[in-house]
């Protein structure tokens, strides 16, 4: 048994299992329990205080995770919808040049789709690629609900009120 978990090795086993679909029967038969009895050992399990425990302590890991996942998509989608061609390249009247690498924030690199150097008979021609910025534009609306045209939308509702004789 785990002194930090409370759990034995069977039971951490099975929550390991578990985690996987959140199906008890299946999660029991996995960690090596009787086929026959699996959904009864699950349900035992499953009341069982450290594992529950523990249980909701994974859970919560997973859960955090997930919403620092959906973040850092938020925020890489905001890079690409919201960058432009000036913060990496400087516009003169003589042309375009490619900024320097350190002169471009490191969070903004994630915009780039692709840049190419070419030898051409006339020199170098350098060319940068930016990720879809609609698309990403697209999708961060959507995420926000910006084009959702019932959303926020006044909804107007008729209610009659009847009165009932009390006895």
Known sequence: MSSKTGLSEKHRLFLNE???????????????????????TASRMLTNDNLRSELSKRLKEIYDNYKNDQEKIIRELAVVGFSRITDYMTILKEGMTIKDSDEIPEELIGA??????????????KTIKLHNKIEALKLLGNY????????????????????????
Not at 18 to 40: C, E, F, H, P, T
């Open 112 to 125: 780039l789709s692709e840049i190419t150097i070419a030898e051409r008979k006339d020199g170098k021609r």
């Open 18 to 40: 578990y985690l996987k679909d959140l199906n008890g029967k299946q999660a029991a038969i996995r960690a090596g329990y009787s086929v026959k009895s699996a959904k009864v």
């Open 144 to 167: 926000h609900r910006l084009f959702d045209e019932n959303f926020n939308k006044p909804v107007e509702v008729n209610v009659r009120v009847k009165r009932v004789k009390e006895f």
